[in-house]
């Protein structure tokens, strides 16, 4: 398979712990991104990389958000003390124009 | 980022054409309009992208009239696979930005 890979696909995790998701993108492409998306609601933008820089955050992105593209290959989205409100899907996509090629997310549940 | 607005849902038979519209008034110069599918439980896929006039690939049509306000995505002969939910966005070639997309729902 050569398309996005997530990992995990799901998450259940308790209120104030830490956790990291992993995103391996299709090799060719430079350019990757992630999202976020709850239910009824379309992909809401995080942030976005060329190779290894980071070039936009979303101000959804609050100080507990941190994302690391190293080398310019896998990613990497890490929430610190996750709230209830962080329950989500969070979505990696990697791109090459026009197109944006999605992964199948990690659904992350705080309980 | 230029805002979209699309209906919230549409309802069609199977094997009739669906056009979905979505207005973008405040569409800047480099903006391009492109269409993505998602399934539940799934990440979006890409359906078409166009900046002016026609595109037309094996999935769907785009009609973009000359003042760029507005696009319509054309399905032809829906199936009952084509249930779903189609998200218009607009911006320069690298930003993906969602709406709220509209759910299609397909009718035996």
């Known amino acids: 398979d050569t398309g996005v890979s997530q990992d995990p696909r799901h998450k259940i995790t308790k209120r104030g712990q830490n956790v990291t998701f992993r995103c391996d993108p299709i090799?060719?492409?430079?350019?990757l991104y992630w999202y976020r998306q709850t239910l009824g609601q379309g992909p809401e933008f995080l942030t976005y990389?060329?190779?290894?820089?980071?070039?936009?955050k979303s101000r959804l992105l609050s100080d507990r958000f941190s994302a690391e593209r190293p080398k310019g290959s896998f990613s990497t989205l890490e929430i610190q003390r996750t709230e209830q409100g962080d329950s989500a899907m969070y979505l990696c996509?990697?791109?090459?124009?026009?197109?944006?090629?999605f992964g199948q997310g990690t659904r992350l549940t705080v309980v | 980022l230029a805002k979209t607005t699309q209906p919230i849902s549409m309802d069609s038979y199977e094997g009739q054409e669906v056009n979905i519209t979505c207005s973008h008034n405040n569409i800047a110069t480099n903006d391009y309009i492109t269409w993505y599918q998602q399934f539940p439980s799934q990440g979006p896929r890409f359906i078409i992208q166009?900046?002016?006039t026609k595109v037309t690939n094996e999935v769907a049509s785009l009609f973009i009239p000359a003042d760029r306000k507005s696009s319509t995505l054309s399905l032809p002969r829906v199936s009952l696979s084509d249930t779903a939910v189609y998200y218009c966005l607009v911006g320069e070639t690298d930003q993906f930005y969602f709406g709220t997309g509209t759910s299609l729902t397909v009718i035996p």
């Open positions: 990389f060329q190779n290894e820089a980071q070039l936009e």
């Open positions: 090799s060719e492409h430079n350019r």
């Open positions: 166009g900046y002016k």
């Open positions: 996509a990697s791109g090459r124009q026009p197109e944006a090629f």
